[in-house]
């Protein structure tokens, strides 16, 4: 029996809970934290049970009955605040909304995607305002005024035919221009 057993089994003597406490902690801590983490198999998670547990047996130190060492006791409170822990509501939703999160996807990427997106949109219209007048002429009436070949033609009296070569010569000059930029 150690030194803090004799303290608690002879309780009857005036003692400081305190310093009782304390020695629990120093004496017991990491093994209460490590069992604490077989539990819930999170390090912060454990180490604010581990508090939580030795605020419980402070407070609960006049029911221990001495029918045990102080340490059996000690893991007891630890093993049944862990298993309050894991029923509770807070865990459940906890884990419930990480499980949740998994499934949605990072909103991380979706910025990654939206800046790679908005440069190569960016380098694009660069690319196109670079492009020769009559080849700029048909890829914009074409591309961002969504008009047919037809209506194009009416608007610069050019051939149809003449419009889909130009506007063929125009896609390889910004392809070349888009691979040379990757």
Not at 10 to 17: A, C, F, L, P, Q
Not at 47 to 52: A, N, P, S
Request: aromatic fraction near 8%; hydrophobic fraction near 40%; charged fraction near 25%.
């Amino acid at each position: 029996m150690n030194e803090l057993e004799h303290v608690v089994v002879s309780k009857e003597n005036v003692i400081d809970k305190e310093q009782l406490i304390q020695e629990l902690m120093n004496e017991n801590g990491d093994a209460v934290l490590h069992l604490v983490f077989t539990y819930v198999k999170n390090q912060t998670i454990a180490e604010d049970l581990t508090q939580e547990i030795f605020i419980k047996c402070y407070e609960k130190l006049e029911q221990f009955n001495h029918q045990s060492s102080i340490k059996t006791w000690l893991y007891r409170v630890a093993s049944n605040h862990c298993k309050d822990y894991l029923k509770s509501w807070h865990y459940r939703k906890l884990l419930l909304n990480e499980k949740i999160l998994n499934y949605i996807p990072s909103k991380a990427k979706d910025v990654e995607v939206e800046v790679i997106a908005k440069s190569e949109e960016a380098s694009l219209t660069n690319a196109v305002m670079e492009l020769p007048i009559q080849f700029r002429e048909v890829v914009i009436l074409h591309y961002y005024e969504e008009l047919h070949l037809n209506e194009i033609s009416a608007i610069t009296s050019v051939n149809v035919n003449t419009l889909k070569t130009r506007l063929k010569r125009a896609r390889e000059i910004l392809k070349a221009y888009m691979v040379e930029e990757v």
